[in-house]
C-alpha cells in the first residue's frame, strides 16, 4: 500500500513538472514498467486526480494517449518568508494562484511569536481562497535560516517546544502536510525547473535579501551538503570589522553585503547631513 502511494506520488510530481505525459514517458521516468504505470494512472483517474487529454500531435508513427493532472483537484500552499514578510498564495497546479497572493507582516528575529502568527497567516490566506482543506496537497514553506529539511527544524528561527518541528507544529494546527525548507536552496530548485537554470546539470543561484544566500544544484540534483546546511557562503568569516552576524559569529560576508547593512549605512549617512535633503 505504501509503496502503492509512492509510486502515485512519483507520477503526480512529474506531471506537475512536465503538464502532460503519455503512459509510456511516464514508465522511463519514475523507472516503473508500463503495465504498473498504467494501473496508477487508471487509479489516479477513478480518484479524480489525473484526466485523458487525447492524442500526442503526429510525428509519423503512432500517437499516444496524453495524460495531465486536473487543475482542480489539488492545491499546495506556497510560503515565501524573509527576515520581515511571509508571502502566501494557494496555486493550482497549472502553477496560477487562486486570487491574489497574500502579503503578511511578519519579523523573525527576535520574535517568540513567529511560529503562530506564521499559521494564523496561512490560515487567513486558506480562508481567503476559499479552497476546500480536503483538496490541500500541503503546505510548502521557504524561509531563511539555518535548517534540517528532514527535520522540519530551523535552528536560526521559529522556536518551538522541545518535543516539536517547526514542520510537525504546523501540520498538526493546519491539519495538512507541511515542509520546510531553506529559501535559497528552494529558489534554486524553482530556477533548476522552471527558470534560468531548466536543462543546466549545475549551477550556483546567489540570493541577496536581508541576507545572502546560495543555493547550489549539482548533478541535476539540489545539493545540501553532509549536513543540510551547504550553501551557507554568507557565514563565513571574511571582514576584521567586530560585527555580529546573525548566526553568532563575528565578520561574515552578510555583515557588510545584506540589505540591513545598506539601511544601517544609508541611516547613518542621513544623520551625519547638516542639510536637508530637499
Not at 509510456?24 to 521516468?29: G, Q, T, W
Not at 492524442?55 to 494517449?65: D, E, F, I, T
Not at 554568507?234 to 539601511?263: A, F, Q, W
Request: proline share 4%.
Amino acid at each position: 500500500m505504501q509503496k502503492r502511494l509512492q509510486y502515485k506520488y512519483l507520477i503526480l510530481r512529474e506531471f506537475y513538472y512536465s503538464n502532460s505525459l503519455s503512459c509510456a514517458e511516464l514508465s522511463a521516468r519514475i523507472g516503473k514498467s508500463i503495465p504498473l504505470t498504467t494501473q496508477m494512472l487508471n487509479d489516479l483517474m477513478e480518484e479524480g486526480l489525473v484526466e485523458e487529454e487525447g492524442l500526442a500531435p503526429s510525428n509519423g508513427g503512432r500517437r499516444p494517449l496524453m495524460y495531465s493532472i486536473k487543475k482542480d483537484a489539488m492545491y499546495v500552499v506556497a510560503v515565501a518568508m524573509d527576515q520581515m514578510v511571509t508571502r502566501i498564495a494557494v496555486i493550482g497546479f497549472d502553477n496560477k494562484p487562486v486570487g491574489t497572493p497574500q502579503h503578511f507582516d511578519l519579523e523573525l528575529a527576535d520574535n517568540p511569536d513567529a511560529l503562530v502568527q506564521l499559521k494564523g497567516a496561512i490560515e487567513t490566506a486558506l480562508k481567503k481562497s476559499k479552497v476546500p482543506r480536503k483538496k490541500i496537497l500541503g503546505v510548502g514553506i521557504g524561509m531563511p535560516g539555518f535548517i534540517d529539511a528532514r527535520k522540519g527544524i530551523n535552528y536560526s528561527f521559529l522556536s518551538t517546544d522541545s518535543n516539536s518541528s517547526v514542520s510537525a507544529y504546523l501540520n498538526k494546527e493546519l491539519g495538512v502536510p507541511v515542509y520546510i525548507d531553506n529559501d535559497s536552496s528552494i529558489i534554486a530548485l524553482a530556477e533548476h525547473h522552471f527558470g534560468a537554470a531548466v536543462n543546466v546539470r549545475n549551477a550556483m543561484v546567489v540570493n541577496i535579501g536581508w541576507g545572502i544566500g546560495l543555493g547550489l544544484i549539482l548533478n541535476d540534483q539540489l545539493y545540501r551538503g553532509e549536513n543540510g546546511f551547504a550553501g551557507e557562503f554568507s557565514h563565513i568569516p571574511m571582514y576584521d570589522n567586530n560585527k555580529l552576524c546573525s548566526c553568532g559569529k563575528r565578520g561574515c560576508l552578510e555583515t557588510e553585503t545584506s540589505l540591513k547593512v545598506i539601511i544601517e549605512k544609508a541611516e547613518q549617512g542621513l544623520k551625519k547631513r547638516t542639510h536637508p535633503v530637499f
